[in-house]
């Protein structure tokens, strides 16, 4: 019964505002209104059509209800004496007035019909309605929509929805419909000016709008001089936003090849270990999250299944931190100061790490759905969309970066760390236990590879080669930004990832990848060091 309850307040909603709006129009329009909601129950097709487009360019609220009830099969006429009913349940109400007439005899009622054609009128003319809402929403949903329909009466409904409209941005999204509709019609003078209007906008429909415009060749000369000089301006300001939006997208880049290369600063750039399985931990990192999603789907309430990812931080911190330690302890610690035995170890670690996750998790690729409040995005301004999964991760990298300089700085195993790297001798005789600090630092950089492989998975899916996709990248950031560099990695990453998505639109995706790769080459003839001084184990080396 619930559904019913609903529909009756919606009906009685409707009803009020239809009362309301009734003390507020003049004895002629209620006449017309009367006759135009007769005119809709009528037999005729024709005059159902012409009084469906009257309502609507009446802009009277009144009709909502009747041409919603028309639309939706549920618009009545009495056999009597040939008045509207809308329909609710086996309850009729009149269409004029909207008052309550209970439940009526089937044989004292016959169903007004409507084909497609009359409910596409209809609906033209419920969204010109729609711009006389109460609800402030609706008004401005109906302003924006009525951009796409540039006819003369949606000109006049627009013109006394601007004099009644308080609201500011409802206002200006009228404004800016109201000049898309005289930009096609009218005086030479008017479509000039509504024109240079337009023209400081940077949206894409206007742009198609105008470049009609400029093409019609039977519009006046000045009016296209003026549509091609604002399409002109319109092109320039949306090759800015281009520029501006393929850097956004490259700081997205640069975050994601940061967290991937963020662990990799500290086990290869301050511990001087060329651990090639540090892609399989990003890898490790990606399983984890699609693990626990599954988990808490399992477990959770539906409302709190979108906190996997929250949950999954954590976890993949420990699972790669874990088995990072694993391998230092197993094998890294008897390979130090021997970077080609390491670099072999590590690869071989890589391979096999690749084929469990195969046997477990099988080769297919696994989505990790993104939760609720990542999916989407917003129009920063038009032509300028912003995703919302690529803003957390910016936010994430950073939060990640300051984390890890904390610990480095105000913590006493930073200080250790720093301590053993720098001089391990020296360390070792101040009773700092150097094994163990190792193992930890190595924990950590791996750790931090796991995160990463958390928020790689937000942007694309997993899959056992996922460590392989970015271990090269990684290399790369640390390298040019300077090995063992907290700071160089940061600035290497955003500046990779921000020169990668320029070079794109320009070169593609294959050739600006290996501009850049020629560029890190001859840079680092240069700068063997990179952007910032080496320090650390390796500098000493």
């Not at 999204?173 to 003078?189: C, D, H, M, Q």
Request: aromatic share 6%; glycine share 10%; proline share 4%.
């Amino acid at each position: 019964m619930s559904w019913l309850m609903v529909r009756l307040r919606a009906v009685a909603v409707a009803v009020g505002v239809a009362l309301a709006a009734t003390a507020l129009v003049s004895p002629a329009c209620a006449q017309q209104f009367d006759e135009l909601i007769k005119r809709l129950a009528s037999d005729d097709f024709g005059e159902k059509l012409e009084a469906a487009e009257k309502l609507g360019a009446l802009g009277d609220g009144r009709a909502v209800p009747a041409l919603k009830a028309l639309s939706d099969g549920n618009l009545y006429v009495r056999k009597a004496d040939g008045a509207a009913l809308i329909a609710d349940g086996s309850r009729y109400f009149e269409a004029v007035g909207g008052k309550a007439l209970g439940e009526l005899p089937a044989d004292d009622v016959e169903k007004v019909r409507a084909n497609n054609r009359l409910r596409g009128v209809i609906s033209a003319s419920l969204s010109k309605l729609s711009l006389f809402s109460d609800d402030r929403a609706t008004r401005l949903a109906a302003a924006r929509e009525a951009f796409k329909s540039p006819t003369p009466e949606t000109a006049e409904a627009l013109e006394r929805a601007l004099k009644s409209e308080r609201d500011p941005e409802v206002l200006a999204a009228i404004r800016f419909s109201l000049n898309a509709t005289k930009v096609s019609a009218g005086p030479p003078e008017e479509r000039v000016k509504a024109i240079a209007a337009l023209a400081g906008t940077a949206d894409p429909q206007v742009k198609n709008l105008l470049s009609g415009v400029s093409n019609d060749r039977d519009a006046p000369e000045e009016v296209r001089k003026a549509a091609a000089e604002a399409l002109a301006s319109i092109e320039r300001t949306l090759a800015v936003i281009g520029v501006a939006e393929n850097v956004f997208q490259g700081i997205s880049l640069g975050s994601v090849l940061l967290l991937a290369a963020v662990g990799l600063a500290i086990t290869f750039g301050v511990m001087g270990v060329i651990n090639m399985a540090h892609g399989e931990m990003i890898m490790l990192g990606a399983y984890t999250a699609f693990t626990v999603q599954i988990v808490c789907r399992a477990l959770l309430p539906r409302e709190l299944v979108g906190f996997y990812l929250v949950i999954s931080v954590p976890i993949a911190f420990v699972v790669a931190g874990a088995v990072g330690i694993l391998i230092e302890r197993t094998v890294i610690r008897f390979l130090y100061g021997r970077p080609l035995d390491t670099m072999l170890a590590t690869w071989g670690l890589s391979l096999i790490l690749q084929q469990a996750v195969r046997s477990i998790f099988d080769a297919q690729n696994k989505e990790v759905a993104n939760p609720a409040w990542m999916t989407g995005g917003f129009e920063l301004i038009p032509g300028f969309f912003i995703a919302w999964n690529r803003l957390y991760i910016i936010v994430f990298c950073l939060m990640v970066l300051l984390a890890i300089v904390a610990l480095l700085r105000r913590t006493s195993f930073g200080l250790h760390m720093r301590a053993v790297t720098q001089n391990r001798d020296m360390a070792a005789a101040m009773g700092i236990p150097t094994a163990r600090i190792d193992a930890l630092t190595f924990g950590l950089g791996s750790g931090l590879a796991g995160i990463a492989g958390v928020a790689l998975s937000q942007v694309g899916n997993v899959s056992p080669n996922l460590g392989t996709i970015y271990i090269v990248d990684s290399f790369l950031v640390v390298v040019f930004g300077g090995v063992g560099n907290l700071l160089g990695t940061l600035v290497g990453a955003l500046s990779l990832g921000i020169i990668n998505k320029l070079l794109e639109p320009v070169a593609g995706a294959v050739l600006g990848k290996v501009a850049v790769l020629v560029f890190i080459i001859l840079f680092i003839q240069r700068r063997p060091r990179g952007l910032f001084a080496l320090k650390g184990r390796a500098a000493d080396s």
